[in-house]
């Protein structure tokens, strides 16, 4: 299990380090353009995905925080009891669990979420974004492809029969 969490520290670390150096190098609303569609933009989401509940009057942040102390707490324990062979999902836990850790510290630290990442397509923008987002859609559609039965094994299969 502990390379599993190591996984989760390193997402948290990338999460954090990112967000230390654009919050430290911009000026909030700053935006600057990387490629095409693409953008670093700083900006604070006091709410969740797509800035959900963000005008809610600062219940949110706590609310938001002790789900992610819930869910983080679920992954742990979920991650604890994988079998061996149960490898995708445990990456899929591992990134959930970072990202979950590192948008918390920013609601514990700040009172929101720090995000900058801006894809976007002439005059529509995708909701900014961060690293940590980026670990939980991506541990959570690793969970989708794990269910449907991908990285699941021959001998995985023989185990259950």
């Avoid at 600062?58 to 983080?72: D, E, K, M, N, T």
């Avoid at 990285?151 to 029969?161: I, V, Y």
């Amino acid at each position: 299990m502990l390379k599993w969490l190591g996984l989760s520290f390193l997402a948290v670390v990338l999460d954090q380090v990112s967000k230390l150096v654009v919050s430290g190098s911009m000026q909030l609303y700053q935006s600057i353009k990387i490629m095409p569609y693409f953008n670093l933009t700083y900006v604070h989401n006091t709410g969740a995905a797509f800035s959900f509940l963000s005008d809610a009057g600062g219940w949110q942040r706590w609310f938001f925080a002790g789900l992610a102390v819930i869910i983080s707490t679920v992954m742990v324990v979920w991650l604890a009891k994988l079998k061996q062979h149960e490898t995708l999902l445990a990456v899929a836990l591992s990134l959930v669990l970072g990202g979950a850790i590192g948008n918390l510290i920013d609601r514990l630290a700040y009172g929101y979420v720090i995000d900058f990442l801006d894809v976007y397509y002439q005059s529509w923008h995708w909701p900014a974004f961060n690293i940590a987002d980026s670990a939980i859609t991506l541990g959570v559609v690793l969970m989708l492809l794990e269910s449907f039965g991908l990285g699941k094994s021959e001998d995985a299969a023989e185990l259950k029969e």
